[in-house]
C-alpha cells in the first residue's frame, strides 16, 4: 500500500505544482515552444476528454460528483488488491492511475473557488473578488502538447489531399498522463494479475 500511495502523493505533488504555476503565469491559449514538437500550450477544459461538454451546470456536477465516487470505490478496489501478492510495477500503476485521478478532481472541485478567470489576464490565487466558479465547476488545466508531425496529407490522396494535418493534437496534464501510463502498464506488463 506504501507504494502505490507514495506513487499517488507524488504525481498528485507535481500535477498540482505545475498547473498552479501554469495557471498564475500564463494567460489562457498563451504558449512557449520548447522544442517544434513539444510546446507548453495553457488551456482549459471542463474535465471531459477533448474539451467535451456533458449537460451544463447539472452535468459537470453530475460529472465530478461521479468521479469522485469512482475514484473512491477505485480506492477501496486497490486497498482490497493490496493483500495479494502483486507485483511493485502493478501497484506503481495504480498508484498512477489514482493519483491523476485525484489531480483532476482537485481543479474540477476546487480550481473555480481559488482562482480567478484566465482571459485575457493571469489568474489569481485566492483573488478577493472570489474565484470564478462555485465548488465542483472548476476546469482543469491541461499544458503539454506535442505535435509530432505537423504537415499536410500527399496531394494525392483521397478526401484529405492537401489538408492540414497535425498528428498527436490533444493538450493534456501531468495527472492526464499518470492515468495512461498506468494503464498502459498494466495492460502491457500487469494484466494477468489483475485477471
Avoid at 55 to 83: A, E, M, N, P, Q
Avoid at 104 to 118: A, H, P, V
Wanted: aromatic residues 18%; contains cysteine.
Amino acid at each position: 500500500m506504501k507504494k502505490i500511495f507514495f506513487t499517488t502523493f507524488l504525481l498528485v505533488l507535481f500535477d498540482q505544482i505545475l498547473k498552479i504555476w501554469i495557471k498564475t503565469h500564463f494567460i489562457l491559449e498563451q504558449e512557449y515552444q520548447i522544442f517544434d514538437w513539444f510546446i507548453i500550450h495553457f488551456t482549459e477544459n471542463n474535465g471531459m476528454a477533448f474539451g467535451m461538454e456533458f449537460g451544463g451546470h447539472t452535468g459537470k456536477t453530475l460529472l465530478t460528483l461521479f468521479r469522485i465516487i469512482v475514484v473512491g470505490i477505485g480506492i477501496k478496489y486497490t486497498y482490497d488488491l493490496t493483500k495479494s501478492n502483486f507485483s511493485n510495477g502493478a501497484l506503481i500503476a495504480l498508484g498512477l492511475i489514482i493519483g491523476g485521478a485525484i489531480g483532476n478532481i482537485i481543479d474540477s472541485c476546487f480550481y473555480g473557488l481559488i482562482f480567478n478567470e484566465s482571459y485575457n489576464n493571469v489568474a489569481a490565487f485566492l483573488p478577493e473578488t472570489g474565484g470564478y466558479a462555485p465548488l465542483l465547476h472548476g476546469k482543469v488545466v491541461d499544458m503539454f502538447y506535442f505535435p509530432l508531425i505537423n504537415s499536410h496529407f500527399p496531394a494525392w490522396m483521397p478526401l484529405w489531399g492537401g489538408d492540414h494535418f497535425i498528428f498527436f493534437r490533444p493538450v493534456f496534464n501531468i495527472a492526464d498522463a499518470g492515468i495512461s501510463v498506468g494503464i498502459f502498464m498494466i495492460l502491457l506488463f500487469y494484466r494477468k494479475e489483475f485477471s
